[in-house]
């Protein structure tokens, strides 16, 4: 089985500050993982993902994060919030048992004020 | 083009009413996807097409119907719904099933059962 925890369903920051939504996954065999944002009345979008090799991924609009096998997590980080990063940020994890299916954390939404 | 298309972007429909939703993508994968989204929620999945089989059903009820006319177009057929299925209904695609293919959402479709 697979799984995944998003901790905190609300993220407040400010803008320019460090943003960090976290991410611990549960897999029985080696993972693959996934950072989605969703913007307000849109689908999702793939900032990132880990598959194999660098354990430091970086994405799009400035996102990066950093897969550590012995604290089974997958935190994405970015430097400086800006206010367009407002949106719901999911976190997604899949194996070769569940077929390479998303088995999807339950959402950080990230608030950013001026 | 990196382009999930879905029509409509919005439908109303009562209980006794059948509709359908279309998909389409352009960049020659072979795997498409349907997942339903509720407000605040992860989306989940409910069917997978893989080389234009249904390759995966998550024991969705029968009034949602899916058919691959072709591998550039995914359709799901909607008959006698109830309110609890109102949600946004979420196309992806993906180059294969494969490992590490990443999956491309459209827009979604925003579904209200009167």
């Known amino acids: 089985a697979q799984s995944v925890t998003q901790l905190g369903s609300h993220v407040s920051v400010s803008e320019g500050a460090l943003v960090l939504l976290r991410c611990n996954y549960s897999?029985?065999?080696?993972?693959?993982l996934f950072w989605y944002v969703q913007y307000p009345n849109q689908g999702l979008q793939l900032l990132l993902k880990?598959?194999?090799?660098?354990?430091l991924v970086k994405g799009i609009n400035g996102f990066e994060a950093e897969f550590k096998k012995s604290e089974t997590s997958f935190h994405l980080t970015k430097p400086s919030a800006h206010m367009s990063d407002a949106a719901e940020y999911f976190c997604?994890?899949?194996?070769?048992?569940?077929?390479?299916?998303?088995?999807f954390g339950k959402g950080t939404s990230l608030l950013v004020t001026p | 083009d990196t382009e999930v298309t879905q029509t409509p972007k919005h439908l109303v429909m009562g209980m006794t009413n059948k509709k359908s939703l279309k998909c389409e993508q352009h960049?020659?994968?072979?795997?498409m996807y349907w997942y339903k989204q509720k407000a605040k929620k992860p989306p989940e999945l409910m069917f997978v097409?893989?080389?234009?089989?249904?390759?995966i059903n998550e024991s969705v009820p029968s009034r949602f119907s899916p058919e691959c006319p072709n591998s550039s177009l995914l359709n799901l057929h909607l008959h006698a719904l109830q309110p609890e299925d109102s949600a946004l209904y979420l196309c992806?695609?993906?180059?294969?099933?494969?490992?590490?293919?990443?999956?491309?959402f459209g827009p979604g479709t925003r579904l209200t059962v009167l």
């Open positions: 992806a695609s993906s180059q294969d099933r494969g490992r590490s293919n990443e999956q491309f």
């Open positions: 897999s029985s065999v080696p993972p693959y």
């Open positions: 880990y598959t194999t090799g660098a354990t």
């Open positions: 997604a994890v899949s194996n070769s048992n569940s077929g390479y299916a998303l088995n």
């Open positions: 960049m020659g994968h072979r795997a």
């Open positions: 097409y893989s080389y234009e089989k249904l390759s």
